[in-house]
């Protein structure tokens, strides 16, 4: 096999160790330390933000920011003490320390009860060829997590993980290169967590004790090692850190957390519009549908079928009429066809877009629509140029941007044949050609950039309204152009088990709309399966179905009525919770926090949650314990310290404690946590369905013993940028118990939108409920006891 072109480095080379250190001097918010011909340049960018940056050869090259959205100017300034003894030179923040050894170069990291972390073990910082690489402790208690897109468990210890971008279409638990590269690491420990982000495009690698249990390793190509450390007390404080410097997603408009139709494919309008009427006269709810790659004209991009899709703008029409938004698929391979009139391609190629290998030949490989060439999306142009093709179909009210084989997935003969994977080559020029980049440093951000392109380019186009765009493959910092499905995984239990651990470590790694394709995308499910995976889906913040082509159907209502039911009850959960959802998208906006957590997220200092994957938190108040295993009626459930309700029954447990739930079909275990404030709407068959009247509250007690809660809900207008203006409102709920009452404070609503006059009704749940027309100022309900 071609093995892609990886140029490895070469291994006649001596490997080099970074020396001690000579002298340092100071300049603004960095500390540079002269090491020999080695320079290492430490820079403090906030008090728990720190950039590790090594050059072998002594000369920094010009760092291009494809990731980072805070550069190191941006940061406010923050100040820090330098000190120095004979054997170390120490670097002081408010909240951590860096201490260089003098002898050695090797670094460590300081906690404020000045435990170590992030430390560097010999040979600490090395080089051999254009590797760059840095080897540090693997600390009693520390358990790994983040890395974007990981199969298996949700803890990482004694596992690698490589950041190069592939279509991992046949994934299975162990698989390591996956559809997205993010090389950002979190280690946790009670009490302490750090982030490590490596700072690069290039392929790289974690080794997370996998050959020495006593250390981890990160080694990357490109010549410069560059690396952010983040310290937090707990995991939420470093996503926080982490997404400010990679960039937070922006509000997705509110239809797209509701529920997604999807298939490879429905083939017809007519096939697509009875898809359509039967979600209406069924009353199950849904707001969007996907066009999967046949409603082009052979699968050339940006063009429609003529026969079995004649007239897409009156498609688009009547299914907006009915509620739902649609989504189509753009693929980066533009069908090779001169002298057809093939717009797409006759431009690329008098602009010359295309990638070309380094000698200026046309690089080409095969995908759907056979022979394919494909757009350079590291130049700026390209993205504007490509951007603008989507300009058709915005213009017959295409709401939505489904990005696919963008790692990029390409094979170089015909389809049909075993073909191998290949990609460009790894020295092909790509960029604008003054900065000199190559597909082996790009490569990660194919998919990246492409979805760069649509969302600004879905922006551009349809100003008035928020976009919603889908990508499978990015790099660190995707949610800030995108929501991102996982690909394609299988219609068996492991692959909804592993859906889990999946997307947190996905939220963990700073990109919260996230999802799986529900009923599984290879295989055909089965009535149990599709049941449960409903219902994980949920809980996913994308709740999209999606089969592949061959596979039995897979819409709601096709495994009988008892299924059907069951989805229905489930997808109407999702859209009672939608406010709260909602809430929790907008915290993602300004915090980057994850929507759905890991139990670890919540409880840093438990730790029997560092290893559960099966039971997730959508927010900071709802804990699930889903079943992922076939017949099951039963089922083992830990709820952490604090006192937990049943969601259905309202039975409470006080925590830690083990619980066995019952779970027949029709339930998934679901809990609340004492002091939850949780917004909830009236169903409706989409989310804008006039269910604007009533705003309902609940709010479970804290308990006695319980401190007081506090919850902020978000609202806006739920589809124009207005918000960025100011057009949004925030209400704060602040809860406490007594010995006789329970009182629900309401603050004065702030913020400039008003919602449709409402109702408001808070019930405490097991209380009582009180309903007021909600005018927007404070009030103090009080519920006696
Ligand atoms: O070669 O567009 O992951 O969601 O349905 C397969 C057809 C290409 C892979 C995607 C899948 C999509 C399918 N695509």
Redesign the pocket.
Known sequence: MLENFRQLPRNDRPVSVLGGVRSLHTHGRHVDFDCGEAKIRVGVLAPNLVRVRLSPDGQWKPRRSWAIAAEDESWTPTGFELSETPEEIAIATECMEVRVRRESGLLACIDPQGREFARDLAPGMHWRDRRVAAVKAIEAQECFYGLGQRTGLLEKRGTVATNWTVDS?DYDLLTDEMYQAIPFLMVLRPGLTYGIFLNSTYWSRFDLGEADPNCWRMETDGGELDYYIIYGSQPSAVVATYTQLTGRPPLPPKWAIGYHQSR?SYESQDEVRAIAREFRDRRIPCDVIHL??DYMRGYRVFTWHPHRFSDPAALVADLRAEGFKTVT?V?PGIKYEPDADYEVFDGAIASDYLVRDRSGKLFHGYV?PDKAVFPDFVRPEVRQWWGDLHQPLTEIGIAGIWN??NEP?IADRPFGDPGTKIWFPEDAPQGPPEEGATHAEVHNLYGHLMARSSSEAMERHRPEARSFVLT?SGYAGIGRWSAVWM??NQSRWEYLEMSLPMLCNMGLSGVPFVGC?IGG?FGNATPELFARWMQVGMLYPLMRG?S??GTRSHEPWCFGDRVEQICREFIELRYRLLPYFYTLFWEATTAGTPILRPLLYEFPDDEQTYTIADRVMVGPWLMAAPVCRPGVSTQAVYLPAGVWYDWWTGQHYRGPTQILAEAPLERMPLYVRAGAVIPLAQVGQFVGEGAGDRLTVNVWPPGESGLPTTFIHYEDDGESFGYREGDWATTTYRVRQGDREIVVEIGERQGHWTPPSREAVVEVVGIGRQSFEDDGRSRSLVFPL
């Open positions: 279409l490879w999967d790659i698929i693929d759907w696919d084989m997935a499978r690909g394609d394709d995308f999606h592949a082509l």
